[in-house]
């Protein structure tokens, strides 16, 4: 049973550019958590979606973020018009039912130059 | 709203020492607490997870416990070991909810 699967790995976009990051949870898992880790920060919750549903984005910034999970493919976090303040890691994590233990993947290194 | 901290932020140890780091959370009523690895770099790697109704849970030379009342968990590790070299963090579920709050991690160098 593969892991969370992340890519990709590393992605260095430039000020303005769009950045997509993709998250496959594991097998059997419909539950998907995205986590944004800051330079010399905590990790900080961004967004929790289930198949074809966001159902709590909290934690996002309210302009040029937005995520999805379609009901086939992996779930996105999309950037758009990205600033230097995005570089980060983001990591995706998924869970089977609520409440459950997360397992993440290896993380999405953004830098925006 | 669940604040997570962590003591000490960093540790460094000989090697075949015991590891004790500590976390503390303000919301005592969790279902559950993770504790994670983290490399540098890479990923997170989940440790242990001890539910609420639990007091302590083990896995090798790893033992967690969990203190409710008092809103905290301890990881012990035995015989350190160079490869021990980690950050390692600690999670709690917001109450009744399901977004993970971390703390701001223990990094531990084991010195050969």
């Known amino acids: 049973n593969a892991g969370v699967m992340q890519n990709p790995r590393h992605l260095v976009r430039r000020r303005g550019q769009e950045a997509r990051l993709r998250c496959s949870p594991m097998?059997?898992?419909?539950?998907v958590y995205w986590y944004r880790q800051l330079p010399e920060e905590g990790l900080k919750f961004m967004v929790y979606?289930?198949?074809?549903?966001?159902?709590?984005e909290s934690g996002m910034p309210k302009e040029r973020f937005s995520a999805e999970f379609p009901k086939e493919g992996p779930s996105i976090l999309r950037i758009q018009q990205v600033v230097r303040g995005d570089s980060a890691a983001y990591f995706c994590?998924?869970?089977?039912?609520?409440?459950?233990?997360?397992?993440f993947g290896p993380g999405t290194r953004l830098t925006v130059t | 709203k669940q604040e997570v901290t962590q003591i000490p932020a960093a540790l460094s140890v000989p090697e075949g020492e015991n590891l004790v780091l500590n976390c503390s959370f303000t919301?005592?009523?969790?279902?559950?607490l993770q504790w994670f690895r983290q490399d540098p770099g890479k990923g997170l790697t989940s440790l242990l997870l001890?539910?609420?109704?639990?007091r302590e849970q083990t896995s090798g030379r790893l033992n967690a416990s969990l203190d409710k009342s008092s809103g905290r968990s301890t990881l012990y590790i035995a015989a350190s070991q160079p490869g021990d070299s980690a950050t390692y963090l600690c999670?709690?579920?917001?109450?009744?909810?399901?977004?993970?709050?971390f703390g701001a991690g223990t990094t531990v160098t084991v010195r050969a």
């Open positions: 999670a709690v579920p917001f109450s009744n909810d399901y977004k993970l709050s």
């Open positions: 001890i539910q609420s109704s639990q």
């Open positions: 919301d005592s009523a969790i279902y559950n």
């Open positions: 097998k059997g898992h419909s539950h």
């Open positions: 994590a998924s869970s089977p039912p609520f409440l459950e233990e997360q397992y």
């Open positions: 979606l289930q198949k074809e549903n966001i159902i709590d």
